[in-house]
């Protein structure tokens, strides 16, 4: 069985923090289970009214229209937009959104009370930040099948970026009452948990997404900023260094790494050369972010070279200075947090 789109997690989203906080990476998202496909078909309810503003089915008043888009694809347009609405075994790559995205318009309009057809758009609106939308497609979705844990979890994501925290905890705590075994929610909930503060419940949910096969980069960091700041620093280091090999695009991990390497008072945890390396990378990927270039000056002294340091640490501070009172008092507060 083809494997869905996966759930965005349940907001892991907390900006700038070295190993005293919890990072921020792209989460998952997961569309429809193929499974269930022929339950929801039985599920179609007779009469229910016009989806979220911007996403139910409009019929065009004259022939034309998406009639003609649909025929003029004929059955090749037909069958990938009932794919994409049924199982979710055709959703997109990069770069092939918004392609998708009109396809699954098009499972909407032929399927306006078919619960799959609102999830996964809404999956794809996330894929291209449209997150308003996406949400009034997850809304949908409960409404027409609540039974469906993918929207609760997806839906949490979004609380959960925009700071909506509680939200994210009852969508999280839904979608495991729908699916204990849910990976992606167990995930989710402990990134939201960790933002909290509440990092025992949340080490816990984290361990048992690994353990039901979830173990994403944004699972392997969380865990790895709770170690860190449990003083379990072998731990983390092998957290984040497992979040880089399955997403070597992210900063914050490089970041956190480094910093780790080049001023844990653990015994035989310091690394210079590699934290230069790591944090060298994280300033590369994140060059506007100042505690990346913190990190790699961190990194700069703890490898003795101390005039690189010097001048790194004098580009972080012009930077917080440029961000103004809001973006100074910020880092003393994240400072003091650890």
């Known amino acids: 069985m083809p494997s869905a789109p996966p759930c965005n997690h349940c907001g892991c989203r907390d900006d700038n923090k070295h190993a005293t906080g919890v990072r921020h990476a792209q989460g998952r998202r997961r569309s429809q289970d193929p499974s269930r496909d022929s339950r929801h078909r039985q599920r179609r309810r007779a009469g229910a009214g016009p989806g979220p503003a ?60 078919y619960a799959p057809a609102y999830l996964n758009r809404g999956v794809v609106l996330q894929l291209l930040g449209r997150d308003d939308e996406a949400r009034a497609d997850f809304d949908r979705t409960i409404r027409l099948d609540p039974s469906l844990p993918e929207a609760y979890c997806n839906r949490a994501g979004i609380h959960a970026d925009r700071g909506r925290l509680e939200a994210a905890l009852r969508d999280c705590a839904k979608a495991l009452e729908l699916r204990p075994d849910f990976a992606d929610a167990h995930g989710g909930r402990g990134c939201v948990l960790a933002r909290l503060g509440r ?52 900063a914050q991990s490089y970041g956190d790494l480094a910093w780790v390497l080049a001023t844990t008072d653990a015994p035989g945890g310091r690394d210079g050369a590699r934290a230069v390396a790591l944090a060298e990378k994280a300033v590369a990927l994140d ?52």
């Open 199 to 250: 990092l025992e419940p949340a080490l816990a949910d984290l361990d048992q997404a690994v353990a039901l096969g979830g173990g994403t980069a944004q699972v392997y960091a969380t865990r790895a900023v709770i170690h860190a700041r449990s003083g379990r620093y072998g731990s983390a280091i092998e957290g984040w260094s497992r979040a880089i090999d399955l997403d070597p695009s992210e």
């Open 54 to 113: 911007g996403h139910g089915p409009q019929r065009p008043r004259r022939a034309g229209g998406r009639h003609r888009r649909l025929h003029a694809g004929g059955a090749d347009r037909l069958g990938r937009a009932l794919r994409l609405s049924g199982t979710g075994r055709g959703l997109p790559g990069p770069g092939d959104y918004e392609e998708a995205l009109a396809d699954l318009n098009d499972a909407v309009w032929l399927a306006p009370d």
């Open 287 to 338: 060059p506007d972010n100042p505690l990346m270039r913190d990190a790699l000056a961190a990194a700069y002294a703890e490898a003795g070279r101390f005039d690189e340091a010097l001048r790194t640490q004098q580009e972080v501070v012009a930077m917080l200075r440029a961000q103004g009172p809001a973006g100074l008092m910020g880092e003393l507060k994240r400072r003091l947090a650890a």
